[in-house]
T-cell receptor
Framework: NAGVTQTPKFQVLKTGQSMTLQCAQD?????MSWYRQDPGMGLRLIHY???????DQGEVPNGYNVSRSTTEDFPLRLLSAAPSQTSVYFC????????????FGSGTRLTVV | DAKTTQPPSMDCAEGRAANLPCNHS???????VYWYRQIHSQGPQYIIH???NNETNEMASLIITEDRKSSTLILPHATLRDTAVYYC?????????????FGAGTRLFVKA
């Protein structure tokens, strides 16, 4: 049981490049979310999903796309990277069958130059 | 979901109890209080949650006032490894907590 796995752990992009941050969980959790955390700041919700095929926007969705084709995977796509997207990205998941909190991944540290 | 107010930072001596307050004066009847912590650059970690009764687990205790407008997270014997940012969140369990919003949290420094 690996929990929530995020890849890559580190990434450097040039402005205008696109990429996908991967998130996978093996706990059969229905709910998954993406957050970003800028230096010295709290977490901000980007997108979330309540199940396969269902996604919705969070607080800061612009510049990001998501899809949820399976319960296990919730990739985050940066369409055209900008320096303002330099941040640490965290993926989290939770089961509908429990009122316990989210399980978070270890994060992806992204730098856009 | 109701908003929360926490002090930006607190100090605590190692071995003493750390009491972290949270104000949620606009909390509604079906909203739970959740606490997470984030150690350095790791992903946040769930600690505890409650509705109106006090709760205790192996990590901490949660004390919720009778009017539910505030709560306190208690780490009974703080260690240096408890140095972290602690987030207090309120959300409605009935909505499934789809949009769990984090505030700025309290940065706890545990000192030797």
């Amino acid at each position: 049981n690996a929990g929530v796995t995020q890849t890559p752990k580190f990434q450097v992009l040039k402005t205008g490049q696109s990429m996908t941050l991967q998130c996978a969980q093996d706990m059969n959790h229905e709910y998954m979310s993406w957050y970003r955390q800028d230096p010295g700041m709290g977490l901000r919700l980007i997108h979330y999903s309540v199940g396969a095929g269902i996604t919705d926007q969070g607080e800061v969705p612009n510049g990001y796309n998501v899809s949820r084709s399976t319960t296990e995977d919730f990739p985050l796509r940066l369409l055209s990277a900008a320096p303002s997207q330099t941040s640490v990205y965290f993926c989290a998941s939770r089961s509908t069958g429990s009122d316990y909190g989210y399980t978070f991944g270890s994060g992806t540290r992204l730098t856009v130059v | 979901d109701a908003k929360t107010t926490q002090p930006p930072s607190m100090d605590c001596a190692e071995g003493r109890a750390a009491n972290l307050p949270c104000n949620h004066s606009t909390i509604s009847g079906n909203e739970y209080v959740y606490w997470y912590r984030q150690i350095h650059s790791q992903g946040p970690q769930y600690i505890i949650h409650g509705l109106k009764n006090n709760e205790t687990n192996e990590m901490a205790s949660l004390i919720i006032t009778e009017d539910r407008k505030s709560s306190t997270l208690i780490l009974p014997h703080a260690t240096l490894r408890d140095t972290a940012v602690y987030y207090c969140i309120v959300r409605s369990f009935s909505t499934g907590g789809f949009k769990t919003i984090f505030g700025a949290g309290t940065r706890l420094f545990v000192k030797a």
